[in-house]
């Protein structure tokens, strides 16, 4: 084949694509994420700015050297992976989603195995709009149930029930959608251990094909950032917490759930594939507001403002609140940080090599007491953290990086 076909082939400059949608019906008072009150009158306007954003960009990376790079042209480079998240996708109508994954499809070619996922919360949960979901691609489902307790919902300021909760179970597991993911949350003001374990339970008897598992965090700018009760509640509950986490991950592996990152567990083959793709240190582009970008070394993000975001995009300017090119050591401390997240390690020498680091007998010493503390242990090249490890992933990742000295 010569350059001249080369370039007819189909090619998409990135194997990921998230598309941010911002609306929610309320806002939970622990959310740090880049959202808004759904007013349905906003949906046209943002649509519009998410497709322009999405043609600008496609139309920018095909004129970088990077996507005109003989090589690059000549692998597959297709889409495996559109990731809708929130925010609350499911405040949009299917027309709305059409649009955009019409957009998507013009400009990042599809493989024909593309997974496209979908974060839903419970009260929007409907079979209709599940067999339209279907229609339009839509091939797995990501579910914010959070909890089969009411008082744990309340506390979170969720707008289902736990009765919503299995409503939207019951549909989906009806639903010609079978690849689901359940979100489940842990370290709740108020929620007990017994509760947590409960939940578990119930979200196992559910069998959805992948469960994901956060621990709540506290952010600084959210209303439970500035109550002080939740505050106290949080620091004198590590223990409990640390409790819940390990309980459940034990709990999902009898259960035949696979754990392959610190809050994600699937069944065979189910691992959402945004994830890996992403973790693997994939490039992927991130349209809508708030969303992120990394591509060609360079991570951007988007302005978190409607109004900015919008208003950029009229003005022909991108609406980027940041953007950095990656020098080598914040590459290698990435990997790092993506490797030990994931249950199956990190390859030490290759990492080594890969970015031109060597470990002082400091960091040896250090991952040598992570192992007698049952933390961490190797296998063949690989360091893995265990569960307890994965408690400390971010502070263990810190304290391997900053005193890495070149060779
Ligand atoms: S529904 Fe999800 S994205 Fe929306 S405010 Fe609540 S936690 Fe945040």
């Known amino acids: 084949m010569n350059f001249a076909d080369k370039n007819q082939k189909i090619i998409s400059s990135v194997p990921a694509v998230y598309l941010h949608i911002p609306f929610c019906r309320e806002i939970c008072p622990f959310c740090s994420f880049a959202v808004r009150r759904d007013r349905a009158n906003l949906h046209g306007k943002y649509i519009r700015g998410v497709v322009e954003e999405i043609k600008r960009r496609a139309e920018f990376l095909k ?7 003989e090589e690059k042209l000549s692998g597959e480079n297709l889409l495996e992976s559109i990731y809708f998240g929130g925010g609350t996708p499911s405040r949009l109508t299917i027309p709305e989603l059409s649009l955009l994954l019409r957009e998507v499809r013009n400009c990042f070619p599809w493989s024909d195995n593309i997974e496209i996922s979908f974060e839903m919360n419970p009260e929007d949960v409907n079979p209709e709009y599940l067999s339209d979901l279907a229609e339009i691609g839509v091939n797995r489902l990501s579910l914010g149930g959070q909890s089969f307790h009411d008082s744990t919902l309340k506390q979170l300021g ?118 890996l793709l992403v973790w693997s240190g ?83 010493n250090f991952v040598n007491g992570l192992c007698d503390e049952g933390r961490a242990f190797w296998e063949d090249q690989y360091l893995c953290l265990t569960p307890k490890g994965m408690l400390l992933a971010d502070r263990i990742t810190v304290e391997l990086m900053p005193t890495f000295s070149k060779i």
């Open 63 to 69: 004129e970088t050297p990077q996507n005109k790079d």
């Open 158 to 275: 969720r707008c289902h029930s736990s009765l919503d909760l299995r409503d939207a179970i019951t549909v989906i597991a009806n639903s010609p959608i079978n690849n689901w993911n359940l979100d489940l949350m842990f370290g709740i003001p108020e929620q007990s251990v017994l509760m947590f374990k409960n939940d578990v339970e119930e979200a196992l008897s559910c069998e959805p094909s992948h469960i994901s598992m956060y621990g709540l965090e506290i952010h600084e700018k959210t209303p439970f950032g500035q109550n002080k009760q939740i505050r106290k509640w949080e620091s004198e509950h590590q223990e409990q917490f640390e409790e819940m986490y390990l309980w459940a991950t034990e709990r999902f592996k009898k259960a035949g759930l696979f754990q392959y990152e610190v809050s994600n567990f699937s069944k065979k083959d189910k691992e959402g594939q945004n994830n």
């Open 282 to 364: 994939q490039e992927y582009l991130g349209f809508g507001v708030g969303a992120h970008s990394y591509h060609n070394q360079t991570r951007w993000g988007n302005v978190r403002s409607l109004n900015t975001y919008l208003k950029q995009l009229e003005q022909k300017a991108w609406p980027v609140d940041f953007e950095e090119r990656l020098l080598t050591e914040q590459l290698a401390a990435e990997f790092l940080m993506l490797g030990l997240r994931q249950c199956k390690g990190i390859n030490i020498e290759d990492w080594q090599k890969r970015f031109g680091l060597h470990w002082q007998k400091q960091q040896h």
